[in-house]
């Protein structure tokens, strides 16, 4: 099967691009040269040559490549393109002029870099909830198991989807976190899980253990996402003896408030006040990518919490 992707040309011009003629006023004979495709592309490699259909007047015509990594040969009356592989790292293109007589037709050829990636789909179904990291190389998630007695136990996972290395520590008894569900996951391999008390545990990845997320002045902190660089994030909060959630974000350490939309009524107040573990239907939070965290470990059972910035 030829690795060949052939765009689609809208048909004014295709026409001027697979068509073109002029005459010629010495014997009034108009030459022209017509094309089977105008444009072609290909991989970065193992590619088969890619054959178009010339059809010109007069009968004898010939082809030049401007690059030098792609072959363009005469065979009959079609005309074959082979390119070299690219090895270079970054797309590239050139065009291929067919010439008959006094009429001229371009074809523009392109060849995808070996940096073109393929999109690569992995079922990871024996995780409960999962995230995956801005830039796309850690997956973080957890899986449930029961013991004996048939308590709930939870495993943290993280995988390097790079290497496929799989990293797994606990697991956590449910008196100590029962989880609902995996809030985000950073570039540098933290994962924030939502408890089903309304809180947030933190686990890293690298020292494979967990703390509490805190900010002062506020009591139960939940991140929802934060910056690649681990600059800013933003997430809710409730106030000290508060049950009413208001979105944060944090920028280079210093923790503010967001507004939030002055039309807010009484009802909807009154439903994420009960509903910790919904999203805030009136704060609009900013689209930031996820990151990292101030970081430290704590034992399994201590339930301390660290402050984040």
């Known amino acids: 099967m030829k690795h060949i992707i052939r765009r689609i040309i809208p048909?004014?011009?295709?026409?001027?691009?697979?068509l073109t003629g002029c005459s010629n006023p010495?014997?009034?004979?108009?030459?022209?040269?017509?094309?089977?495709?105008?444009?072609?592309?290909?991989?970065?490699?193992?590619?088969?040559?890619?054959?178009?259909?010339?059809i010109t007047s007069p009968d004898n015509w010939e082809a030049r490549s401007s690059g030098s990594w792609l072959q363009a040969e005469r065979q009959g009356t079609a005309l074959v393109l082979t390119p070299e592989e690219n090895l270079t790292g970054a797309e590239r293109s050139t065009e291929v002029t067919v010439t008959a007589g006094q009429a001229t037709a371009r074809i523009r050829v392109t060849q995808l870099g070996d940096t073109t990636l393929p999109i690569i789909y992995r079922k990871l179904d024996d995780l409960h909830s999962s995230a995956i990291s801005p830039d796309g190389n850690i997956v973080g998630g957890y899986y449930s198991t029961a013991d004996d007695e048939s308590y709930s136990k939870m495993t943290v996972v993280f995988i390097d989807l790079r290497t496929g290395e799989r990293t797994e520590f606990g697991p956590y008894p449910e008196s100590l976190i029962l989880p609902t569900s995996v809030s985000c996951v950073t570039s540098q391999g933290l994962m924030y899980v939502v408890n089903g008390q309304g809180d947030m545990f933190a686990f890293d990845m690298h020292e494979r253990n967990y703390f509490i997320p805190e900010v002062a002045g506020y009591a139960t902190i939940q991140v929802n996402s934060s910056s690649a660089y681990g600059t800013k994030w933003v997430g809710r909060a409730t106030g000290k003896g508060e049950?009413?959630?208001?979105?944060?974000?944090?920028?280079?350490?210093?923790?503010?408030?967001?507004?939030?939309?002055?039309?807010?009524?009484?009802?909807?107040?009154?439903?994420?006040?009960?509903?910790?573990?919904?999203?805030?239907?009136?704060?609009?939070?900013?689209?930031?990518?996820?990151?990292t965290t101030s970081t430290s470990a704590w034992s399994i059972g201590t339930r301390r919490a660290m402050s984040i910035t």
């Open 11 to 18: 048909i004014v011009l295709l026409l001027a691009g697979t």
């Open 26 to 54: 010495a014997n009034n004979e108009t030459h022209y040269v017509r094309l089977s495709d105008a444009a072609c592309t290909f991989r970065h490699t193992d590619n088969m040559p890619f054959t178009i259909e010339v």
């Open 243 to 291: 049950t009413m959630y208001v979105p944060l974000i944090s920028e280079n350490g210093t923790v503010r408030e967001l507004p939030r939309r002055s039309s807010t009524t009484a009802t909807n107040r009154t439903a994420w006040a009960l509903s910790p573990a919904a999203s805030p239907p009136t704060a609009r939070l900013p689209t930031v990518r996820f990151g």
